[in-house]
């Protein structure tokens, strides 16, 4: 029998701060272990910016948790082992291999059992942080200064780009499942790492150099090039439908000719929308 209401809140607490504890212990346990085999030791050296062809740290995920799916994902989701260090280029080859999200520090990536998985496609996921989160089996973690440097050998996106933001309930699911049909178009539907682009963009109040430059990377990365593909993106944010996307303030200074679209729906069709009528 499923749990609901407060039962299934107190079995998200519990279970949640079980892992946390479990995660503690691991952490505490592997540092240990890691600098007794110098693993910690290359860790450190892999970082540093003349190292950049062994940057690239593999980790085998052991276990993943989210206190609910509504959770922005971080390397804390995940209880990992070190698996070996690998260039960059790696994950430039290996187009299965999905931007997962950005730290102050690192970009971390997230990579399927096999080839061919293409995480953003709506057949694993109708979005894109949950099918990484349930199909990624190996993290790999690079410093920033390695992730603007690939960005740079990726390059801009040829195609058009679209930006959709949208209101719970409205069809955007649908419609980024519309345009992902056409294969002619890789629709991303809620990529964590435009989030932390925007969310950084509303803390620092405004433009920057840094934020541009981690915007434009965003991009180039989330836009890697596809054969014959015309790239687009579809990103979720909550906002009221008569306000500019989001998205907007954080992207367009870095590709003005980009599309921002909205999609919302009135508060009455979300609540019958997520509750049935009697």
């Avoid at 290996?94 to 998985?117: C, K, Q, W, Y």
């Avoid at 963009?201 to 990377?217: C, N, T, V, W």
């Avoid at 015309?230 to 989001?246: D, L, S």
């Amino acid at each position: 029998m499923a749990l609901t209401g407060n039962w299934l809140l107190i079995r998200r607490i519990v279970t949640t701060a079980l892992y946390k504890l479990l995660r503690l212990v691991f952490i505490t346990v592997q540092s240990i272990f890691w600098q007794l085999n110098g693993t910690a030791r290359k860790v450190r050296e892999a970082r540093l910016p003349h190292n950049y062809e062994r940057s690239a740290q593999v980790l085998d995920v052991l276990l993943v948790h989210q206190f609910c799916g509504a959770q922005l994902t971080t390397i804390d989701s995940f209880i990992c082992t070190h698996n070996r260090f690998e260039h960059p280029q790696y994950i430039i080859d290996n187009d299965n291999v999905t931007l997962m999200t950005i730290s102050d520090h690192d970009a971390v990536f997230g990579e399927p059992a096999r080839r061919g998985m293409h995480l953003w496609r709506s057949e694993y996921s109708s979005f894109l942080r949950s099918a990484q989160l349930q199909f990624c089996r190996r993290l790999i973690v690079v410093p920033l200064s390695t992730f603007h440097r690939t960005a740079e050998l990726i390059g801009d996106p040829a195609g058009q780009l679209i930006f959709l933001s949208h209101t719970s309930r409205c069809g955007s699911t649908l419609l980024t499942q519309m345009m992902e049909s056409t294969r002619r178009c890789v629709a991303l539907s809620e990529p964590h790492s435009t989030v932390v682009v925007v969310t950084k963009h509303r803390k620092s109040g405004g433009d920057s150099p840094e934020l541009r430059q981690l915007a434009r990377d965003v991009m180039r990365w989330e836009c890697r090039p596809y054969t014959s593909l015309e790239v687009c993106i579809g990103t979720g944010f909550q906002c009221h439908p008569t306000h500019p996307a989001p998205s907007r303030p954080a992207f367009i200074p870095i590709r003005p000719r980009t599309s921002f679209f909205s999609s919302a729906t009135i508060p009455a069709s979300v609540v019958f929308g997520c509750c049935p009528i009697q």
